[in-house]
């Protein structure tokens, strides 16, 4: 997608979307028999914390925004950019896009869609006051974004523009060819501004929510389930098999997987460690895995007296067996990780160490040969901080006994509550600390946020000016390639300073009764719309 | 006399206390209250299954071949074999189960012991001063144990290891907090009783002070039910710690106890169910233990005359 | 009798004070607040975020802006669920933990006063053992067992109930968690029982009784039952609160949308208000529960007057 994309959009080049939006939406494969019952109940792993699409932040947040919202693009089941209310657009110069809006979408209250409800919403998401925790992520990519979300310019000075009511224009601060990809994000999706206007703070409620997406809000209990309908006033609603969908907000995996066991549940959120290869066995046709753009890591703190040293980090990264992790201990279908780009980013190539193919014993001697180096003697302390989680724990204690049987290190574990570790984490109050990443969008900037200069999502301190100028060049770069190269040396050149210890590529194990079809294994970024989901006769 | 029971008890097994005191007390109604403690035969079996459970947890892991936090990564969750002495298998990280389990009964045993002994010294403490001082201040003393009743004591469990971290001292600590008004309402009680007495009296009367007749006086005559209370309190505070480590607040890895094994175990029962049996069934059986020789005390040492 | 009434419940606002006073300051004390998230927000959302709440004012500002909410029966708005505000959380949360909790109290009475009875009238017999091995099981095992093998079977093996979730109130989804919380108070109750007819049995009225000749049954139900059952009501206060509050484990297990869930989920994304509205409601219940308690104890024991 966005990589197809970028090749055409070379310069000024034009570029619409091919076909009209009926093509891409829920493709039921010819012959396949559908059930008389299209409802699907699946679990979303927490409560969400709003339906405000605008300042949703978790994941389970944005499927529901995803179904109920649509923005100008969307994504389809294998992670493709397909219009949404756009049917086209193009990038009319490198910094300007024009979206064109269809005619036929509309608001559940029947009024149609319009490009001032984008400038609204878009606005309305900017806005400091809105106070939404991906004002600056989203904003960096539209003109004057950063800017608006820091107060420092008013939200009407986003490069947001309606050239009439069915034309949008965005402007950019730098050539953005993943733009389409961008916008599918329901952060910036449009709000209907007379219904906020008129329920306020109460505006999210069944009701009184009004959407534009292929369902609406029916009935939300919380921390027991949000239900959604089919939207009748849906302008693909031709193409929407599912007449309802119950969001259940169970935490346990246990809990969730035994929900799908005795027939409540269709949809596990994520399967609990070390039950993949037993479900695998036990329910061949339910099980679904599939590696996503997401990064398990532990950060150093190179501010730390020992940490600062890059020898040790380098010794420490380089004696973790990645492959018996994720052979053994994690046992899911992970990949082993050895940069901070993962497989399947698009906007950079995955970098490697080069001691990643060597011997273990040959890592080992080197490791050691570094540490000594160092001054750091066997039997010295270091320090490991983690959040309580079953996953995280046995993978610090893998960890630990790497660092101790193989560099005779003695490992401090020290465990707290989620909250505490962001602290300590945002702080720099840790010498190592485990950490994780999921990609926002697919473009290898927001890998590249965890280790670059001053950046928000930097944990560990670290700073390469260099790959930090290489990595400006290549965003003003309108050459794809050229960009590519830019961001992928970056990308090695801050590994080779070992800020931090990548572990995995995160996968996402799950149980999808057999009998949910449209469900795609290929998708990057773990994101589906309900829309493309229906069910098989059984 | 109580006190020194404490010390000792500290270094011994648990429940030392109780049975300690009843020989040295050595009056006659302290040989009743064993005879028929001797007659409930659950307690007695109870009693003896405690020691043996105590002991193997003391001095078991010394005898073992494995260390408690070894990991082998080609030993991962194996039924429990004879081969290479896992008796109990392994848990998800190679590491020994047996080993772990005995080690983390000591941890739980630990815990039980000396957040009993805490909550009961507190408990005695705060009920003796307000139920021989009375008027206000034991008004307002016995008001804040009802505050403390009030108090939703997981949330504040919860808070209290989030604010001060997961030392083993400090779980100590969190559950001796919530654990000690019952004891202070049943020794007030109580005390209330003895004030009356002629021999406290006779003590005022030749000016011995407060704080002595207080200890010297009544502590000792509260005896009996500080013994029953103190065996009720074991369980409910070994139970606690469990519920702790349930919602991820127990002791720091590769430390743990049994409510961190049976929490892990739990989860997997289906696929290992030994993860979950061995550290539930020794839990079970120490907390059934208990709560028989708790209710075998209750029923001999009566304070009530028979 | 009204006048004690209305001191005791004028009683409450010193207490409630004292509480949320102390949590206010323990969940301010803990490190993380409320907008510390895996995405570090930028200082300019944080700012705003801050003011929305109020966070930026000095704390005993916040503190007397939240006690005048409180004083006009708002809880303020939750830091976590935007969209919903605090009293509207605790309204849909409160009868589901009422209805269970409630619900099961009663079976849990109902079954360990009968328990207990039984055993106390068979003391240190095989049935005493018997009776007392299955009542205990709620003490002796940890709910977060009990619940998941409630599920194993019921669930999945048997297929009878759902495992867990919740659909306005109805029965099926109700079943097991009453179940898990009334093995809990079962084994409470019963010992209680067991204990206080023990102790009635042997006392000089039921001597007298026994020497008229009257019959077992008719001392038991028309001497003995309702001496021993002051102290059954005695505890049933406290077990009332921690069938809200202690039911964190059922609820995580059942996956309910109880107290026990928001109070978890509140004090975890350290959501200030919905901690401290919850802390209150418990605290008020708690209070009314005690004077409930001990307005029954008036009607059981006649020497009892207010």
Known sequence: ?538 | MLLKNKQNALGDALLAAGLDALPVAGRSPWRDARERFFRNKAAVVSLVLLLLITLACVFGPMLLPHSFDDTDWDAMALAPTWQNMHLFGTDELGRDLLVRTLIGGRISLMVGLLATIASVAIGIAWGATAGFIGGRVDTLMMRLVDMMYAVPYLLIAILMVTLLGREFYLVVLTITVFSWMDMARVVRGQTLAIKSKEYIEAAHAIGVSTPAIIFRHIVPNLLGIVVIYTTVTVPGVILTESVLSFLGLGVQEPMTSWGVLIEEGTGVMETTPWMLLFPGALLSLTLYCANYIGDGMRDALDPKDR | MWSYVFRRVLMTIPTILVVITVCYLMLHLTPGGPFDTERKVSEAVMANLQAKYHLDLPLWQQYLYYLKGLLQGDLGASFRYADWSVNELVAKALPVSLTIGGVSLLISVVIGVLLGTVAALRQNSAIDYLVMLIGNLGSAFPSFVIGPVLILVFALWLSWLPSGGWQDFELRYMVLPMALLTFINVSTIGRVMRGSLIEVMSSNFIRTARAKGLPTRTIVLRHAFKPALMPVVSVLGPLAISSITAAVVTESVFSLPGIGKLIVNGASNRDYTLVLGLVVLITVLAVLLNLLVDLAYALLDPKIRY
């Open chain 1, 1 to 538: 997608m966005t990589f197809k994309l970028s090749r055409s959009a070379i310069s000024a080049s034009v570029l619409l979307a091919l076909a009209s939006g009926a093509a891409f939406a829920a493709k039921v494969p010819a012959g396949t028999a559908l059930a008389a019952k299209q409802e699907l109940i699946r679990n979303n792993g927490s409560e969400t914390e709003t339906l405000d699409p605008a300042v949703a932040e978790s994941v389970g947040a944005n499927n529901l925004t995803r179904d109920l919202f649509e923005g100008l693009t969307a994504t389809d089941a294998d992670g493709k950019v397909v219009p949404g209310v756009a049917e086209s657009w193009k990038q009319v110069n490198p910094t300007t896009w024009v979206f064109k809006l269809r005619k036929n979408a509309k608001w559940s209250n029947g009024e149609p869609v319009v490009a001032s409800d984008f400038v609204y919403g878009w606005q309305r998401f900017i806005d400091p006051k809105t106070a939404s925790p991906y004002a600056s992520t989203y904003g960096a990519f539209i003109l004057n974004g950063i800017e608006a979300s820091e107060g420092k310019k008013a939200p009407s000075e986003l490069g947001v523009k309606a050239i009439d009511k069915y034309t949008l224009e965005v402007k950019t601060p730098y050539p953005v060819a993943f733009l389409p990809d961008v916008v599918s994000n329901l952060n910036l999706g449009p709000v209907n501004k007379a219904a906020i206007e008129k329920y306020g703070k109460e505006w999210t409620k069944p009701g009184k929510l009004v959407s534009n997406g292929a369902f609406v809000l029916k009935d939300w209990q919380v921390n027991s389930k949000v239900v959604i309908e089919k939207n009748p006033q849906y302008w693909d609603k031709g193409n929407v098999q599912l007449t309802k969908v119950t969001y259940l907000p169970v935490e346990d995996g246990f809990a969730d997987v035994k929900l799908f066991q005795s027939g409540e549940n269709d949809w596990v959120y994520q399967l609990p460690p070390a039950t993949y290869e037993k479900y695998k066995q036990e329910l061949p046709k339910d099980i679904r895995n599939a590696p996503m753009l997401g990064l398990r890591y532990y950060s150093f703190n190179v501010k730390d007296p020992v940490m600062k040293d890059k020898r040790v980090r380098q010794a420490l990264s380089m004696v973790i067996d990645r492959d018996l992790l994720a052979q053994k201990i994690t046992a899911d279908g992970q990949v082993p990780a050895y940069g901070v780009i993962v497989r399947g980013t698009a906007g950079a190539d995955v970098t490697a160490y080069e001691w990643a193919k060597w011997p273990m014993a040959k890592r080992v001697e080197e490791a050691k040969k570094l540490l000594a180096a160092a001054g750091v003697k066997p039997g010295s302390k270091i320090k490991f901080t983690y959040n309580t989680s079953e996953y995280h724990k046995k993978m610090a204690i893998f960890a630990a006994s790497e660092w101790k049987s193989k560099l005779g290190l003695n490992t401090e574990m020290e465990n707290m509550e989620f909250k505490v570790l962001l602290k300590k984490r945002h702080d720099g109050d840790f010498q190592i600390a485990r950490n994780g990443w999921v990609a926002d969008y697919n473009d290898a900037t927001t890998f590249l946020t965890l280790v670059q200069c001053g950046s928000d999502q930097n944990d560990n301190g670290n700073c390469n000016p260099k790959a930090e100028e290489l990595i400006k060049q290549g965003n003003q770069s309108t050459d794809p390639a050229k960009r590519k190269a830019a961001l992928t040396q970056a990308a090695k050149m801050i590994m080779d300073d070992y800020p931090m210890l990548p572990l995995l590529q995160y996968t996402v194990p799950r149980l999808v009764k057999s009998y949910v079809g449209g469900y795609s294994t290929k998708n990057p970024m773990d994101r589906y719309r309900s829309k493309d989901i229906y069910i098989i006769k059984h």
